[in-house]
């Protein structure tokens, strides 16, 4: 089983829809979690970390569940430049502090 | 956040030679990570890039072929040793802020 893993999609869907991405972690000592963003044939970078709390910036939101090891993203009002593979990224301290990605989920927005 | 440089951006060489790939962190940075993407895959972790030590490397990545090197804490290398198509890839730096990482602009390397 992988550590961090994600229905790789792709998810095609219309401008204006809502969609969420889910994603469950192995290792219940995991600290830090976060949601990246990687265009085509670019780096990944942060779209927003989360909080057991849960957390929402503009369109996206995003939740933790600890007890289920759980954690989602959630975009609203989808935009075409919304298009993009998003990770799913744990850290972990086993034996030495890293960060494991997920297979990620493509997202695909139409006109 | 910090801003990673990587280079060479991409290269295109002959099997059984070497690859150094340089990363550049604006900043001091306390942890330096090598990644390895395939096309149409995730990030794998090669190796956590320690400074003044030797690398900490993942299950199924050597020293050999891999050697990393971190002299402060602001650089690191990563030499593709003695290459196969096999190793046709993208490797990506990272390194740590607060408490996200942060990414090099990637390496696209083609071995023929």
């Known amino acids: 089983r992988k550590e961090v893993e994600q229905d790789p999609g792709p998810f095609n869907v219309p401008e204006g829809a809502t969609v969420a991405f889910n994603c469950t972690y192995s290792?219940?000592?995991?600290?830090?979690f976060f949601w990246y963003r990687q265009d085509c044939r670019k780096e990944p970078k942060l779209l927003m970390s989360v909080y057991s709390s849960g957390n929402e910036d503009g369109r996206f939101t995003a939740q933790l569940n600890r007890a289920s090891q759980y954690i989602s993203l959630l975009i609203r009002d989808s935009k075409l430049s919304d298009s993009a593979t998003y990770l799913c990224?744990?850290?972990?301290?086993?034996?030495?502090?890293?960060?494991?990605f997920g297979t990620g989920t493509r997202l695909k927005v139409l006109a | 956040s910090a801003v990673i440089s990587q280079k060479p951006s991409r290269d295109i060489c002959q099997r059984g030679t070497s690859l150094t790939i340089q990363c550049q962190v604006d900043s001091q940075v306390t942890m330096m990570f090598w990644y390895r993407q395939q096309p149409g895959q995730s990030l794998t972790l090669i190796a956590t890039a320690n400074q003044g030590s030797e690398a900490t490397y993942e299950s199924g990545f050597v020293i050999d072929k891999f050697p990393i090197s971190r002299p402060n804490l602001t650089f690191s290398t990563l030499t593709v040793s003695n290459m196969s198509p096999e190793d046709s890839s993208i490797y990506l730096c990272?390194?740590?802020?607060?408490?996200?990482?942060?990414f090099g602009q990637g390496t696209r390397l083609t071995v023929v």
């Open positions: 290792n219940s000592a995991s600290q830090s």
């Open positions: 990272s390194a740590v802020g607060s408490p996200e990482a942060f």
């Open positions: 990224v744990v850290t972990t301290t086993s034996g030495t502090y890293k960060y494991i």
